[in-house]
């Protein structure tokens, strides 16, 4: 398991290797003059000239590379042109409310979608099935920031359970943050537990036609037991690799609903980062993404091992 | 002697098709009943309606099973579950397909205790060991602990016998338990539940299309063709005097070391699929000595003079 575990770290440091490589790239790839572009139409050559200064590009790219890495190795993301701070200050200040978002949104769509995918699968061609796979088909298809004004339109502003946006910090308020994050949260997730009830419902499918499933039954061991042990372990290995996949979406579409519900997130960062041509933040944001991307890769990998030994031993 | 389990005229359906009709047959405590026939002849479907185990869309249309006095066939799944795994246990042809891949072999033996006998976990995992142990898995210690991928095809088949053994059964369904496995493996496994029988006690229904297998370990034989029994008897009888032309063909087919090497005869054609049974005898179609009065009635069981009793009415001039 641990020959395993450290495999996959080492897989994943390419990845990291290239995409901090991208992140460097961006500045070089993008048409036109960088510093033109940030300073903006009204700039004089000598603002220009400051700013190039600033940002290093008047130096050869080899040497703004190694800068780059040197920068990088010492936690240093660069200075934000807008908002005069460090970059990295600047991500990690709205790391927590889009971490918080994803995860919170990743847990309520597999926590949920597993459970309907396991209900329909069980009852399969039955009402209830019919009824989840419905369900699954609507929250598929209904657009995030749609479904997201509906929510508070209902529970902020009609019934005032839920306030209409804005974070509270879990250090200071655990009830507030909860109580902030749950609307933006199930929103965010709507669509990935329909994804989660369709992957899990055709894998318990599969599973549950398998002969060590009538093994289980012939054991006498109660019907709960039978889906929820033996069959339900075994579907999970696909639905695992999906997760993945979806965390990725997921951490996409906190940008718009961010904005819907006013959170002040990484996503919202980015998007005005993106608007006002402030180049560093936007390498930084860059970077910031595709870490948490390859590490929730890597945490699916080791889960993967986890529920199935024959990953785990190498077969 | 009360039998242990008795089978009164089951018949089994999936929607209007009926794939099991009028079988009978008993087993007393202890002994070793073999059901044969060739695929599609009913056997593993019998044995899944004694179990209760029955695929989606199969359901028990007429006839009673009786297991020590209880009517099973009429228990809810409550309480069938109760009887599972502790009085009457089932192992299967696959042994790598019928054991969960993602939990030890250890685990798969403990919750049968640990459900059944309401064991804690460590007293579990250490009768776990013993049952190993007592199935003749070779470092059971070890193996208590393994996954069913880092175990051979025959400690598999141990390891599932050991599960079925968890809980003293007074009966073990066998279905085809060496088929899948090598010849020397087979004798092996073989080997094991005759000895196991002893021990316990128990009666074994081992179910094989192969007679080698039955010659070796069943004192009675039923022979089923397309849903019904054919023949029935001891299996010295059986043997030595079939009386159904089914059943001779069966014998006939066994490769022998002895005598010029020939070609096998082999049974023309294949055994009907449900949808399609013929009427009357549903041998009828493959069988030399068919007469057409064989396809005007279903023929009933009786005794013949070689001490079988057969459902035929040319088993005389089949002789």
């Avoid at chain 1, 459970?115 to 099935?129: N, Q, S, T």
């Avoid at chain 1, 933040?281 to 390859?294: D, P, S």
């Avoid at chain 2, 460590?122 to 996954?147: P, Q």
């Avoid at chain 2, 007074?170 to 060496?178: F, G, K, Y």
Wanted: with cysteine; glycine share 10%.
């Amino acid at each position: 398991m641990l020959r395993y575990a450290l495999r996959r770290i080492l897989a994943a440091l390419p990845v990291l290797l290239l995409v901090s490589l991208m992140s460097f790239a961006i500045v070089w790839i993008v048409p036109g003059d960088v510093a033109a572009e940030m300073a903006g139409p009204t700039a004089t050559a000598e603002e220009l000239a400051r700013l190039r200064e600033r940002l290093g590009l008047n130096r050869p790219w080899h040497e703004q590379l190694v800068g780059w890495y040197w920068a990088l190795a010492q936690g240093d993301l660069g200075e934000s042109i807008l908002l005069r701070q460090g970059v990295g200050a600047a991500i990690l200040e709205r790391l927590p409310v889009t971490l918080s978002l994803t995860f919170l949104a990743l847990g309520i769509a597999l926590v949920a979608g597993t459970a309907l995918g396991v209900v329909a699968a069980v009852r399969a061609g039955k009402g209830a099935d019919r009824a989840a796979m419905g369900a699954a088909l609507v929250g598929f298809s209904v657009p995030d920031f749609w479904l997201g004004l509906v929510f508070v339109y209902v529970f902020a502003v009609q019934l005032a359970w839920l306030p209409t946006g804005g974070y509270v910090p879990f250090g200071q308020d655990p009830i507030g943050w909860a109580r902030g994050m749950v609307l933006p949260a199930a929103t965010l997730a709507l669509a990935q537990i329909g994804l989660f009830a369709r992957m899990t419902r055709a894998a318990m499918l599969e599973v549950l036609r398998q002969d060590y499933v009538r093994t289980a039954r012939a054991k006498g061991m109660p019907g709960w037991v039978v889906i929820g042990k033996h069959a339900l372990r075994n579907a999970l290995i696909p639905v695992v690799t999906v997760a993945g996949i979806a965390c990725g979406v997921l951490l996409g579409g906190t940008v718009v609903i961010e904005s819907v519900f006013s959170l002040p997130g990484v996503g919202r960062l980015i998007v005005g980062a993106i608007q006002r041509r402030d180049y560093p933040v936007i390498q930084g944001g860059l970077l910031l993404t595709a870490t948490i991307f390859v590490c929730v890769n890597l945490a699916v990998d080791l889960l993967y091992a986890w529920l199935d030994p024959r990953i785990r031993h190498g077969r | 002697m009360s039998a242990l389990l008795r089978v009164e005229a089951l018949s089994v359906a999936f929607g209007k098709t009926e794939v099991l009709d009028g079988v009978s047959f008993d087993i007393a405590p202890g002994e070793v009943l073999g059901i044969v026939g060739e695929s599609g002849s009913g056997k593993s479907m019998t044995a899944l309606a004694m179990m209760g185990l029955l695929p989606p869309g199969g359901r028990i249309a007429s006839g009673r099973i009786v297991f020590e006095d209880v009517e099973v066939s009429r228990l809810p799944e409550r309480e069938l579950a109760k009887m599972r795994g502790a009085r009457m246990a089932m192992i299967f042809q696959e042994p790598m397909a019928s054991l969960n891949p993602v939990l030890t072999v250890g685990e798969q033996i403990a919750e049968v205790l640990r459900h059944h006998r309401g064991m804690d976990r460590r007293s579990a995992h250490n009768e776990a060991v013993s049952l190993l142990k007592l199935v003749e898995v070779a470092a059971a210690e070890r193996r208590v602990d393994e996954y069913p991928h880092q175990l051979s095809g025959g400690m598999r088949q141990r390891a599932m016998i050991a599960i079925a053994l968890a809980c003293r059964p007074r009966l073990l369904v066998a279905d085809e338990p060496t088929t899948a496995l090598d010849a020397t493996v087979q004798a092996g496994i073989l080997d094991l539940l005759r000895g196991l029988r002893q021990e316990f006690g128990m009666a074994v229904l081992l179910i094989t299309h192969d007679l080698g297998v039955v010659a070796d370990i069943c004192e009675r034989v039923v022979v089923m063709y397309a849903g019904r029994v054919a023949e029935t008897g001891d299996a010295g009888a059986i043997f030595a005097e079939p009386g159904h032309p089914y059943t001779q063909a069966l014998l006939a087919a066994i490769p022998r070391l002895e005598g010029p090497i020939g070609t096998l005869p082999a049974i023309a054609g294949v055994v009907p699929s449900p949808a399609d049974f013929p009427p009357g005898c549903r041998f009828a179609p493959r069988c030399p000595h068919a007469i057409p009065a064989c396809e005007a009635a279903a023929p009933v069981l009786r005794a013949l003079a070689g001490g079988t009793q057969a459902a035929c009415i040319r088993a005389e001039h089949a002789a």
